[in-house]
């Protein structure tokens, strides 16, 4: 199983708050061989740069910046960046 990369799919819209500790619970799993993908679909807040600091400390970190098209447009895009076996976060 340690070979087969994962991709978690995280949309993103508006979850400043939250966005911390979810990418922490993630990271901080014992499976290395991962790529977390977070979408972040048009937030009006601060979870676009929120991303992508996150995404400079960490190198299995991705992240896409769209306009506003809900959970499923969300999850499409990072689906179509995705390199590995996916879930949807």
Known sequence: MKDY???IIVPVYNTE???TKC?????GQTY???????VD???GDNSGSLCDE????DGRIKVLHKENGGLV???????TESR???ELC
């Not at 290395?32 to 977070?38: A, G, K, R, T, Y």
């Not at 996150?54 to 400390?57: G, S, V, W």
């Not at 447009?73 to 689906?79: E, I, L, M, P, V």
């Open 23 to 27: 990418v922490d619970s993630l990271t």
């Open 17 to 19: 708050k939250y966005l």
């Open 32 to 38: 290395q061989n991962l790529e977390i993908i977070l």
């Open 54 to 57: 996150l995404a400079e400390k």
């Open 5 to 7: 990369k994962i991709s």
């Open 41 to 43: 679909d048009g937030s």
């Open 73 to 79: 447009s969300a999850w499409k895009a990072g689906g």
């Open 84 to 86: 590995g076996v996916f």
